[in-house]
């Protein structure tokens, strides 16, 4: 539509070399239609979604038409056998599976000591509870957990508004906070 309720139809003549065969079609629409895409599983104790896939881009090259996706778990097990299922079925779909940029797991601990002092301190700064939760999503505390398994982390920060878009932002008074509650608690010498 080009704003006037308009509807424009081009149509241009191509050479027969840029068609699909009806073998490639029917590769491709199976991978489309048996992909796994979107959340596979809860986590009913969290209450947010345990593994997923986005299936966020399909590409036509000059010799190949790629699907990329996004395997998103806490759990490094499940995000295993996701991955496991969508390379067997690219096998049977007779693609090849490239695996890359991968965020490992960071999978929510019961415990922490250290999510306890923050806590603390922030009940004692602005008399009320924080909001403690996790996300469903890569993080820098995933690629740190799998270097050193047993550290106790927690990730915090500023109120961010349109993540992942070009309008996106930091609430600058949230910036302020999040510095003052660090100091707070880096003060405390833990």
Same mark, same amino acid.
């Given at each position: 539509?080009?704003?006037? +309720?308009? #509807? ?6 191509? !050479? ?6 009806? *073998?490639?079609?029917? /590769?491709?629409?199976?991978f489309?239609?048996?992909?796994p895409?979107?959340v596979?599983?809860?986590n ?18 000059? +010799?190949? #038409? ?6 998103? !778990? ?6 295993? *056998?996701?991955f496991? /299922? ?15 940029g991968?965020?490992p ?6 415990e ?27 993080l820098?505390?995933?690629l ?27 609430e ?9 509650f660090?100091?707070?608690v ?5």
């Amino acid at each position: 539509l080009n704003g006037k +309720d308009e #509807v424009k139809i081009s149509i241009e003549k191509t !050479s027969a070399d840029r068609v699909f065969t009806a *073998e490639s079609a029917e /590769r491709l629409s199976t991978f489309a239609a048996l992909v796994p895409n979107g959340v596979q599983s809860n986590n009913l104790a969290l209450g947010m979604p345990e593994v997923s896939n986005n299936l966020g881009v399909i590409r036509q090259n000059e +010799d190949d #038409v790629e699907f990329i996706c996004a395997l998103r !778990s806490g759990t490094a097990s499940l995000k295993t *056998e996701l991955f496991g /299922r969508a390379k067997k079925l690219t096998e049977v779909c007779g693609g090849r599976l490239d695996f890359m940029g991968d965020y490992p797991a960071w999978e929510f601990k019961n415990e922490s000591p250290l999510r306890d002092v923050f806590v603390s301190e922030y009940k004692k700064m602005y008399g009320k509870d924080p909001v403690v939760e996790t996300v469903h999503a890569g993080l820098e505390c995933g690629l740190i957990g799998e270097k050193i398994p047993d550290m106790d982390m927690i990730s915090f920060g500023p109120n961010l508004l349109d993540i992942h878009t070009p309008k996106e932002r930091a609430e600058i008074m949230s910036i302020e906070r999040v510095w003052n509650f660090l100091t707070a608690v880096l003060k405390k010498g833990i």
